[in-house]
């Protein structure tokens, strides 16, 4: 983990090159492409065909849809005690989204102009389920709820063959959220099923869920038929603290984020050269006790950096610069810092608020944006499931009132025929 003395001052053009954000949403491969375009063209036979070739599974329009049963059946095998942790899980997490639900309005601008705000769910949404390692019953519940507490009427979930048999506390999370419409595919060839609809899957509105590379870059390619959560980019942690805080609980957070994968991100922040050494070591000493050491170690060696400031001041200066997916704030006085953090993901305040706590627990979501989209984009939440649609009531008065101005202003762009169509209720 590099060490990068900015007590000088903070060099931005410096920090951007250390950092070297990876492109998120880069172009998908040919071999992407050429499955989404052939599920789209062919539906059931190409996604069966790529199911069997890539998961070696024979599924067919009699076995693709997982039933109710099975899911039980699956749940069933989960761990009573994590079970029970999940259920105060997801009730943590929907009272936190049902506080985002938005409400439809209305104003009244005089002679008869009624002016609003119309807010409906979406109708179908897509839940993409990996299989493997990262079959998290975390994922499951970030995406689905929010949807859940939008009002959106179908919630249909994709998930690779064999993946809820391997992972039952997924399935534990699926028969607790009753979710149970869920298809037994995986891959860019489920990404493509749930965009364009095929015999036996429906076509949706949306795609929220993590997966792999063919996952993301198929998610990509179908932008735009469909809506999604987000372009995906590798975990990210900025950790601002100072000497008050133990030097191996700063090393933890930072390898809790780096064990996600080799391209995760993780920045000690802090003004204190002897902190910045002993989070050094306090890691070198961790990595040893992880089971995925070797993919913490590499992300640590390759993306890891403590940055040495001059103060609290210039922390937050170079947090908002960063835009980081989370941002922790282990301080013994952290409001100040903290209340000036506007470009993250989510912001952990004090030492006892781990990012651990909001990826399982908390309430907020953990589906986060990342590689400094930050700046511009927010967490996946309610919002994220409704749409706004504008309602516009004007009367014949109201026309009379303002239709010359409308009139004058269609003509002074060219458009004649918009201010015939006004012309002909006035005249």
């Known amino acids: 983990m590099r060490i990068v003395d900015l007590t000088a001052g903070l060099d931005f053009g410096m920090v951007d090159k250390l950092i070297d954000t990876p492109e998120v949403g880069t172009s998908p491969s040919a071999s992407i492409a050429d499955i989404v375009d ?21 599924v067919d329009s009699r076995n693709v849809r997982v039933s109710r049963d099975e899911i039980r059946s699956h749940a069933a095998a989960a761990d009573d005690e994590l079970v029970a942790i999940l259920k105060v ?4 997490i929907r009272q936190f989204h049902e506080e985002q639900r938005q409400e439809p309005w209305e104003i009244y601008g005089g002679d008869g102009v009624h002016l609003g705000q119309r807010i409906t769910p979406m109708g179908r949404v897509g ?21 859940q507490v939008a009002g959106v009427g179908r919630i249909v979930a994709a998930t ?38 095929t015999e036996s899957i429906p076509g949706v509105d949306k795609i929220v869920g993590p997966g792999n590379t063919y996952v993301q870059g198929a998610k990509r390619l179908v932008f735009g ?8 980019g590798p975990s990210e942690v900025a950790v601002v603290a100072d000497e008050t805080c133990d030097p191996a609980w700063i090393a933890a957070d930072l390898l809790a984020q780096a064990e996600h994968d080799e391209t995760a991100r993780v920045w000690l922040i802090c003004w204190s050269d002897e902190l910045a050494a002993a989070v050094f070591d306090q890691v070198q000493v961790q990595l040893e006790s992880l089971d995925r050491d070797a993919i913490a170690r590499m992300a640590v060696a390759n993306n890891g950096i403590s940055f040495v400031l001059g103060g609290p001041a210039d922390a937050v200066r170079l947090v908002n610069h960063i835009a980081p997916e989370h941002v922790e704030v282990l301080m013994a006085e952290p409001d100040a810092v903290a209340d000036g953090v506007v470009n993250a993901g989510a912001v952990f305040v004090g030492r006892y608020s781990p ?39 004007y009367s014949g008065r109201a026309i009379e009132q303002s239709g010359a101005m409308i009139e004058k202003f269609a003509t002074a762009e060219g458009l004649t025929g918009h201010a015939r169509s006004i012309a002909i209720r006035r005249h």
């Open 225 to 232: 038929r469909v809506h999604i959560d987000m372009f995906a």
């Open 127 to 147: 839940l993409y389920i990996p299989g493997g390692r990262a079959a998290y019953p975390s994922s499951v519940i970030m995406n689905a709820i929010p949807a």
């Open 355 to 393: 990012t651990a706590v909001g990826d399982y627990f908390a309430g907020p979501n953990h589906v986060l944006p990342t590689a400094r989209t930050a700046r511009f984009f927010s967490p996946l939440g309610v919002y994220d499931f409704q749409k706004r649609t504008s309602v516009v009531r």
């Open 89 to 92: 899980a997801i009730s943590n």
């Open 38 to 58: 052939d599920v789209r063209r062919r539906g059931d036979a190409a996604l069966f065909e790529y199911t069997r070739k890539f998961d070696g599974v024979p």
């Open 160 to 197: 690779p063959p064999r993946a809820l048999e391997d992972n039952p506390l997924v399935s534990a999370a699926l028969d607790l959220l009753e979710l149970d419409e869920v298809y037994r595919i995986g891959g860019a060839q489920a990404i493509a099923a749930l965009a364009f609809g």
